[in-house]
């Protein structure tokens, strides 16, 4: 082997070990149930109105007063997706708050233990938010293969344009991202 392939060989081989990222677009769920609900321009919920910016034009929404838990149990969107590799990942998802009593969501993968997402004090504009927040929870161990991940109702007044899985801690999403696959359904 020549010098100059065995050094473009090294560089390569980190690059082709680290699993991609994966990038779903929220209004490709495969379910939602209300009051979670995809919104467009042309599709905006009774007394809501249309947030410009989000990826596709298109996003979901649990409206402010439509309700939330513990008196409104419903309200949820699913995911179906296929990792290529194992790894430990990063959740990212791109939202809209509308205030304090309006930042989150309930966050369940496959059968582990749910958990909030949100609860930052961002509000009023598109921004990424991420899972784990602390650095002493864990990332999420995920294995290869195909994966459910359910967005649950847990404050009404929320929105959700994109979702992210990332095995690399460093990286940080800016703006909109390419969707790399769907989220089951068609976006
Ligand atoms: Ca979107």
Redesign the pocket.
């Known amino acids: 082997m020549k010098h100059s392939c065995l050094i473009w060989l090294c560089l390569a081989v980190p690059l082709l070990a680290a699993p991609p990222r994966l990038v779903i677009?929220?209004?490709s769920a495969v379910e939602t149930e209300a009051p979670m609900v995809v919104v467009t321009a042309e599709q905006v919920p009774a007394g809501s109105a249309f947030v410009p910016g989000?990826?596709?034009?298109?996003?979901l929404e649990i409206p402010e007063k439509a309700g939330n838990p513990p008196k409104l149990e419903k309200g949820f969107a699913r995911f179906e997706f296929d990792l290529p590799a194992d790894g430990d990942y990063i959740l990212w998802a791109?939202v809209w708050w509308e205030g304090e009593c309006s930042n989150s969501f309930t966050v369940q993968i496959d059968d582990q233990p749910a958990f909030l997402f949100g609860e930052n004090a961002t509000y009023r504009t598109w921004h990424w938010v991420k899972y784990p927040v602390a650095r002493i929870t864990p990332p999420l161990r995920l294995e290869k293969g195909p994966h459910v991940l359910r967005v649950s109702n847990r404050e009404d007044g929320v929105r959700l344009?994109?979702i992210l899985l990332s095995p690399n801690k460093r990286f940080v999403p800016v703006g909109i991202e390419t969707p790399t696959t769907t989220g089951g359904g068609t976006?």
């Open positions: 677009e929220a209004e989000a990826s596709g034009d298109s996003y791109r344009d994109q976006p």
